[in-house]
Structure formats: structure tokens, C-alpha cells
């Protein structure tokens, strides 16, 4: 079965961290772009990183650089999101999501994608 699967995420206070896990099973990242998205309750999804085939370039959208940290470790077939100094507007459901060869050019992974996770919950309140 090819599947994305995140992990990672919970209920952290303002100031903390997480580190979101996407696990690739049935297929390997390798070849694959990878990006994350969220999406906060009432809003659109939006992705915030993109991270190219074999690490090659990572890149973020502005609200989450600095803070925001993707890498991959193709070895797990997983790539990652550390995320530092967590803010309240950093609620939302978080997605990993892939494109096959993909080189990330711009601050985020544009479709057509290939594969979406199921998504996991992030809160960040005192």
C-alpha cells in the first residue's frame, strides 16, 4: 500500500517545539519532491516548505522561515519539519504531500502531487 503517514504533532505552548515525521510506505522518497502544508480551521491549506529530490534545495514561506526547519533522511524514507518558537497562528492541521523529481524552485510544492498524508493535529496554546 503507498501511503504518507505524519507524525509529530500535539499540543505545545507558545515559544516550543515540535518535529513532525512524514513516513513514506510502499514507495521510497528518494525521487520525490516533498512539501508541507497546513491548514488552520476556516482557512484555506496552505503550503509553508518545500524540500527537492535528495535534499537538494529546502525552501519556506516567509511566516514560517527562521523558525521552520524541513530535511529529509532518505535511509527512514522520511523527511521532517522542526518546528521552534511555535506561535498560537501556528494551529492548524499539518499534511506532508509529494511530486515525483521535483526541484523546488519556489517556497513551496506546487501540483500536481502525487501522494497527501492524513495530516496531523498542531496546537500551540497556553
Known amino acids: 500500500q503507498l501511503q504518507l503517514v505524519e507524525s509529530g504533532g500535539g499540543l505545545v505552548q507558545p515559544g516550543g517545539s515540535l518535529r513532525l515525521s512524514c513516513a513514506a510506505s510502499?514507495?521510497?522518497?528518494?525521487?520525490?519532491?516533498v512539501g508541507w502544508f497546513r491548514q488552520a480551521p476556516g482557512k484555506e491549506r496552505e503550503g509553508i516548505s518545500c524540500i527537492s529530490t535528495r535534499g537538494g534545495r529546502r525552501s519556506y514561506v516567509d511566516s514560517v522561515r527562521g523558525r521552520f526547519t524541513i530535511s529529509r533522511d532518505n535511509a527512514k524514507n522520511a523527511v521532517y519539519l522542526q518546528m521552534n518558537s511555535l506561535k498560537p497562528e501556528d494551529t492548524a492541521v499539518y499534511y506532508c504531500?509529494?511530486?515525483?523529481?521535483?526541484?523546488?524552485?519556489?517556497?513551496?510544492?506546487?501540483?500536481?502531487?502525487?501522494?497527501w498524508g492524513q495530516g496531523t493535529q498542531v496546537t500551540v496554546s497556553s
Open positions: 504531500a509529494v511530486r515525483d523529481s521535483y526541484y523546488c524552485s519556489g517556497n513551496v510544492l506546487p501540483p500536481p502531487y502525487d501522494y
Open positions: 510502499g514507495f521510497s522518497l528518494d525521487d520525490f519532491g
